[in-house]
């Protein structure tokens, strides 16, 4: 806690400077992250994706594609992640009548956890599944982005049901 009784701002430093979290004196543990969001869209732009009707190709295995190397890329986007060493990467899709739900899995052994990652990963794979359809459904709208569950490090395990 900080001196008003706050939560310590870990990304910045003694004067107040955004500084990257020194995780060098952590040990390195099993991690995971499980991040979800949907795409909403027109019942005919997920008939098309179902049917395999989207003429720029099969739109769940470029998004499935675009999630992994998302992952693979946070820190390369989100300024004060860690690069990581990504041991596994799963995009998994429920399509329904009039939405896409992305779940994205990530596992690491690391210093420090896998939250970004999953979260990025899903949010690329929605932009991609964005990008495809367009043409058919300007109207799409992609929310409900969130953190399912975490295990591993310091802070324990996180899970949003619980």
Known sequence: MNETGGPELTHLDAAGHAHMVDVLSKEKTRRR?????????SEQAASAIANGDVVKG????VARVAGIQAAKRT??????????????V????????????????VETLERTGVEMEALTACSVAALTIYDMCKSIDKGMTIGELTLLEKTGGKSG??????
Do not use: K, N
Request: proline share 4%; aromatic share 4%; glycine share 2%.
């Open 33 to 41: 992250a499980v991040a979800q969001c949907s795409v909403s869209m």
């Open 58 to 61: 099969d739109v769940l295995a």
């Open 75 to 88: 820190a390369d986007l989100i300024p004060l992640c860690h690069p990581l060493m990504i041991g596994a």
């Open 90 to 105: 799963s995009i998994e899709f429920d399509l329904e009548e009039r939405s896409v739900r992305i779940a994205a899995s």
């Open 157 to 162: 395990t996180y899970s949003r049901d619980e």
